[in-house]
């Protein structure tokens, strides 16, 4: 169940990764800029990765009570999946800053 959050966000963070390779069209294409975009899908892979595994660690399960389990585990899922997500964004906002910074227009 560790990896649950991650499997189940992977999809549209695939969809993003796609959307910061394809676009913007109009910037050229250099084996540096590609490199560029590799090194940062990659470095935002292992912070998804490793954020959501922080976020599985830390998300406490509620206590067994005289009624029974209480609902709210599902933060275990959920806390991963919002910290692999806020980690992904935090990576790839900067990147496409940075990559419209030198491979912009030059006017």
Known sequence: MR???????APWLLVLCWI????????PTSAQRRSFDVFVL??????????????FD???LPQVGEFGRPSG???QQ???ALYGYAAFAAVL????????RYWGRRE
Not at 3 to 9: A, G, H, Q
Not at 42 to 55: E, R
Request: no cysteine.
């Open 20 to 27: 910061y390779w394809a676009y913007p069209r109009d910037l």
């Open 78 to 80: 959920v806390l991963p």
């Open 3 to 9: 990896y649950l959050s991650i499997l189940l966000l």
């Open 42 to 55: 990659l470095l935002a892979t292992m912070a998804t990765a490793l954020a959501a595994l922080a976020g």
């Open 58 to 60: 830390t998300a406490t």
């Open 93 to 100: 906002l900067p990147a496409l800053w940075l990559r419209q």
């Open 73 to 75: 585990g599902i933060w």
